[in-house]
C-alpha cells in the first residue's frame, strides 16, 4: 500500500519564494551583499541537510534530481589541476558583463571549448567550478565559503587546518584577484551558481510559468557566443 504524500504548504511556499528571490536578484544591481543573502538562500535550498528544494519537489510528486546545465571547467582542464594559477567556469550575467572558463596558467593553453555539460544537480554542486593554485573548489565549497564565512549566515574570519577550511585561506588569499562588475569572483561564481539552477526547467517549474524574472537570465549558448565573438 502506497502512503500519500503529505503537502507542507509552508516547506513548497519557502521553496517558491527562495527561488523567485533568487529570480528577481538577476534584474537588480548585484553587490556583494546582495550575492552573500543569495548563498544564504542557495545553501538552505541545496545544501542543508534537509535541504528545502529536493524536499518540496518530492512533496509535489516531482520524480528525480533535477538537471543542471553548465560550463564544464573539469573537461576543459582535463581535471589537470597542477599548473594552474586560477580559473573559474562562470556563466553568470552581472550587469552587462558575461564571462565564462577564464584559465590563468603558467604554461600556454589553446582557446577554450566552452563545453556546455548536463548534471544531475548532485553532481552540479560537488563539480569543480574554480581552481585556486593548482587546488580545485567545488560548487558546495564555494556556497559554504560565502554563507558560513563570509557573512551571507554567518561572519567567520576563524580558520583551522581541515581541508575545507585549507580551501578557504587559498579563496582568501585570492578572491580579490579579479573582479566582475564591481564583484569578487568568488561572488560571481555563487552568483552563476543560482542563475545555472534558475535555468534548469525542472527547478523553474516550480515558479510561475510567467514570471518575468526568469527573462532576464540569459541561456548558455548566448554566454558562449559573447564569449567567442560570434552573433
Not at 18 to 29: H, I, M, R
Not at 159 to 181: G, Q, W, Y
Request: charged share 20%; hydrophobic share 45%.
Amino acid at each position: 500500500m502506497t502512503l500519500p504524500v503529505i503537502v507542507d504548504p509552508n516547506l513548497v511556499a519557502s521553496v517558491r519564494e527562495d527561488l523567485t528571490y533568487l529570480a528577481q536578484g538577476c534584474k537588480q544591481p548585484v553587490t556583494e551583499a546582495s550575492v552573500k543573502r543569495a548563498s544564504a538562500v542557495l545553501r538552505r535550498l541545496v545544501l542543508d541537510q534537509n535541504a528545502t528544494l529536493q524536499a518540496g519537489r518530492k512533496m509535489l510528486g516531482l520524480q528525480g534530481q533535477p538537471r543542471i546545465q553548465a560550463f564544464d571547467l573539469e573537461a576543459e582542464l582535463a581535471s589537470r589541476y597542477r599548473g594552474v594559477d586560477f580559473a573559474f567556469a562562470g556563466g553568470a550575467q552581472v550587469g552587462g558583463a558575461l564571462m565564462a572558463l577564464t584559465i590563468m596558467r603558467y604554461m600556454p593553453l589553446p582557446p577554450p571549448r566552452f563545453k556546455i555539460r548536463e548534471y544531475l544537480l548532485s553532481q552540479y554542486m560537488q563539480a569543480t567550478a574554480m581552481v585556486v593554485m593548482g587546488k580545485p573548489v567545488s560548487r558546495s565549497h564555494l556556497v559554504r565559503y560565502v554563507a558560513n564565512k563570509l557573512g551571507g549566515v554567518h561572519y567567520d574570519p576563524h580558520r583551522t587546518n581541515s581541508k575545507e577550511d585549507r580551501l578557504f585561506k587559498l579563496l582568501d588569499a585570492h578572491r580579490e584577484r579579479l573582479h566582475v562588475a564591481g564583484v569578487d569572483i568568488v561572488h560571481y561564481e555563487v552568483l552563476a551558481i543560482g542563475q545555472h539552477l534558475l535555468r534548469s526547467p525542472q527547478v523553474a517549474e516550480l515558479l510561475p510559468a510567467d514570471s518575468e524574472a526568469l527573462k532576464n537570465i540569459p541561456g548558455l549558448e548566448a554566454i558562449r557566443a559573447s564569449c567567442l565573438g560570434t552573433p
